[in-house]
């Protein structure tokens, strides 16, 4: 088969019977230029998505040197078991959920910085800058400027821990299946009657709760008096799982503190 003239990545595609019935998709073929250009993991179209393939030993892996880690902070990234590495593999941030270029930072493989390096690198470690913004984040390896990914990180947790910021957290990081914990809160700056904690999964979107008090009144219904800390109780899902607190203020998604994780069992 003649390949296009156009340098990039492609794929064969084996389809049957005149139809889009897919059956085998090739590993990636790159089209090279006379000269090699410095591309970015933009945006480019989609592929279509391929079932995550089952960990086998010798794996590729990426990792963090913590699983939290201050708004704004670094940590240490550690990739292992790349085969057949390229310059332009690359590990980027993103919250969970996100697309496969919905990445808030990325670094490639070959030099730790941006910018592609010269030698490709089937193992490593560089120091990654997190997001400022508190909440759950992780680590997507990719291969050759593209979105496929052959290795995701735990996650990772950004927090706030400035002086006289905001703060939420339970009694516990553990809670049997519809149990029931303290939540308490502090720090609040001018706070209003209509500032909310809800219990949120992993990941959820901003409205995304499950259940909620308000601070004012540690019920449903907000109360009359506004509080800038306390404790109220909170009664947690019946399905087991990871969820966190998010406090929020004035009955919108204007988050100012995340808990840690807490697991139902």
């Known amino acids: 088969m003649s390949f296009p003239t156009t340098p990039g990545v492609y794929e064969l595609r084996l389809n049957r019977n005149n139809g889009a019935v897919r059956v085998a998709t090739s590993a990636q073929i790159t089209v090279s230029g006379t000269t090699t250009a410095t591309p970015t993991p933009t945006p480019v179209a ?31 990234v550690t990739w292992s078991g790349v085969t057949s590495p390229t310059t332009t593999d690359w590990i980027g941030i993103f919250p969970i959920g996100a697309a496969d270029y919905g990445y808030l930072s990325y670094i490639y493989t070959s030099s730790g910085t941006p910018s ?28 050759n400027n593209g979105a496929v990914r052959v290795a995701t990180s735990a996650q990772i947790t950004v927090t706030t821990t400035t002086t006289g910021a905001a703060t939420v957290s339970a009694s516990s990081s553990t809670v049997t299946a519809g149990g029931t914990l303290n939540v308490t809160w502090s720090g609040v700056t001018s706070p209003t009657t209509t500032d909310w904690i809800g219990i949120f999964p992993i990941g959820a979107a901003d409205y995304g709760y499950l259940s909620y008090i308000y601070t004012s009144s540690g019920t449903p219904s907000p109360g009359s008096t506004a509080s800038s800390a306390g404790t109220a109780s909170m ?31």
Do not use: K
Request: glycine share 8%.
């Open 46 to 76: 989609t592929p279509t998505p391929v079932a995550t393939p089952t960990p086998t030993t010798g794996a590729a892996t990426v990792s963090a040197s913590s699983s939290t880690v201050t708004a704004g902070g670094t940590l240490n």
């Open 116 to 143: 592609p390096g010269s030698t490709a690198s089937s193992a490593g470690t560089a120091s990654m800058s997190f997001p400022t913004t508190p909440g759950v984040y992780e680590l997507r390896l990719n291969r």
């Open 235 to 265: 009664s947690f899902p019946t399905t087991p799982g990871v969820y966190e607190l998010r406090l929020n203020r004035n009955n919108g998604a204007v988050r100012v503190a995340t808990s840690a994780q807490i697991t139902v069992r």
